[in-house]
């Protein structure tokens, strides 16, 4: 299979869409969720939706179809939760591995499915790690600005669970997405460096912010620029932006990285802004002509979608930018 960093320098890869989006057409109850394994768990599951990949494996593997016959290159796991820091609120600590294991094994034995089917476009695993639902910068009290939730080695070895999973699952690449606070990507990446020294093995590593208001910055504060320099000095095959803002939105940020790094740039925004119901209604055409100006300008080299994306706004995603060249390499910060 061709190395992705090779392909990258021939055209846009497109990542895939909202997996969310698509389970929540299968109107899974909480029987569903628990199926037979969890029957008993004394604890609601409903909204698990890391826990499908053992309850629902088919419907996983699905979605992961759907999304590569929409075109797509790189689909994500279904293990954006898995960690033993989100999964506590399931009381599910102790199947973070098999969670996250199963996950990358269901996406890689559909991936590969499509790869011997067309070699020509080899298909690619990227293992979700998201930002957990704690953060290691700001307190959760106002009344004890000083306080910390969670610490860094917390979360450094609650992600390096997560990363050895995915990586013996079959991951082609690591994703670290969503992210509102640097300090707990740096404790991912932090991690990922530490399982690729033990295994003395070498993994494509994507990073992706979020910025999360109008004025440009991340939860915790930083500008696209300042984000940018803060997790550069880790080895990295792409930065990029996701979730939060729409496509259009997004674009001046994705200039600033595209203007001040020499990684491939990554962007998969959302399918405009939620309405008064939290619903996403931008349909794949009206998503499609705004990611045209990401490629009119030659900014991204991965595009996708993410809250309220499906197969049909990825699909449209994917014609478009067969038609453009990618964001030149070369590029020097």
Same mark, same amino acid.
């Given at each position: 299979?061709?190395?992705?960093?090779e392909?990258?320098?021939?055209?846009?890869?497109?990542?895939?869409?909202?997996?969310?989006?698509?389970?929540?057409?299968?109107?899974?109850?909480?029987?569903?969720?628990?199926?037979?394994?969890?029957?008993?768990?004394e604890?609601?599951?409903?909204?698990?939706?890391?826990l499908?990949?053992?309850?629902?494996?088919?419907?996983?593997a699905?979605?992961?179809?759907?999304?590569?016959?929409?075109?797509?290159?790189?689909?994500?796991?279904?293990?954006?939760?898995?960690?033993?820091?989100?999964?506590?609120?399931y009381?599910?600590?102790?199947?973070?591995?098999?969670?996250?294991?199963?996950?990358?094994?269901?996406?890689?034995?559909?991936?590969?499915?499509?790869?011997?089917?067309?070699?020509?476009?080899?298909?690619?695993?990227?293992g979700s790690?998201?930002?957990?639902?704690?953060?290691?910068?700001?307190?959760p009290?106002v009344?004890?600005?000083?306080?910390?939730?969670?610490?860094?080695?917390?979360l450094?070895?609650?992600?390096?669970?997560?990363?050895?999973?995915?990586?013996?699952?079959?991951?082609?690449?690591?994703?670290?997405?969503?992210?509102?606070?640097?300090?707990?990507?740096?404790?991912?990446?932090?991690?990922?460096?530490?399982?690729?020294?033990?295994?003395?093995?070498?993994?494509?590593?994507?990073?992706?912010g979020?910025?999360?208001?109008?004025? *440009?910055? #991340?939860?915790?504060?930083?500008? !696209?620029?300042?984000? &940018?320099?803060?997790?550069s000095?880790?080895?990295? $095959? %792409? @930065?990029?932006?996701?979730c939060?803002?729409?496509?259009?939105?997004?674009v001046?940020?994705?200039?600033?990285v595209?203007?001040?790094?020499?990684?491939?740039?990554?962007?998969?925004?959302?399918?405009?802004?939620?309405?008064?119901?939290?619903?996403?209604?931008?349909?794949?055409?009206?998503?499609?002509a705004q990611?045209?100006?990401?490629?009119?300008?030659?900014?991204?080299?991965?595009?996708?979608g993410?809250? *309220?994306? #499906?197969?049909a706004?990825?699909? !449209?995603?994917?014609? &478009?930018?067969?038609r453009?060249?990618?964001?030149? $390499? %070369? @590029?020097?910060?």
């Open positions: 299979m061709r190395n992705i960093k392909i990258l320098k021939d055209r846009i890869l497109v990542l895939d869409g909202a997996m969310g989006t698509m389970l929540q057409q299968y109107k899974f109850t909480e029987e569903d969720f628990r199926g037979e394994r969890f029957k008993a768990w604890h609601p599951l409903q909204g698990n939706n890391d499908l990949s053992l309850t629902q494996p088919d419907a996983i699905a979605v992961h179809r759907k999304y590569f016959e929409a075109r797509a290159d790189i689909v994500e796991t279904n293990t954006f939760s898995g960690t033993t820091i989100a999964m506590a609120d009381h599910m600590e102790d199947l973070v591995y098999e969670l996250n294991y199963e996950s990358a094994r269901i996406a890689k034995e559909v991936a590969n499915d499509f790869t011997l089917r067309e070699p020509e476009k080899p298909r690619f695993v990227a790690i998201g930002p957990t639902n704690k953060t290691a910068s700001m307190s009290d009344n004890d600005p000083g306080f910390r939730a969670i610490s860094f080695d917390e450094r070895i609650a992600y390096k669970q997560q990363v050895e999973a995915l990586l013996d699952g079959g991951a082609d690449i690591l994703l670290v997405e969503t992210i509102f606070d640097t300090l707990n990507a740096k404790a991912a990446l932090f991690a990922i460096e530490e399982v690729k020294d033990e295994r003395n093995i070498d993994i494509p590593i994507m990073i992706s979020t910025i999360t208001d109008a004025s *440009g910055r #991340t939860l915790s504060g930083q500008t !696209a620029e300042a984000f &940018l320099i803060s997790i000095h880790i080895p990295i $095959l %792409s @930065v990029g932006f996701n939060a803002l729409g496509a259009k939105q997004l001046p940020h994705l200039e600033v595209s203007a001040k790094s020499n990684h491939a740039i990554s962007a998969h925004p959302n399918a405009g802004l939620p309405n008064a119901f939290g619903e996403y209604d931008e349909t794949p055409e009206q998503m499609a990611i045209k100006e990401y490629v009119e300008k030659g900014l991204v080299n991965i595009v996708g993410c809250c *309220g994306t #499906t197969p706004h990825i699909k !449209a995603i994917s014609d &478009l930018v067969a453009y060249a990618p964001r030149s $390499l %070369s @590029v020097v910060s």
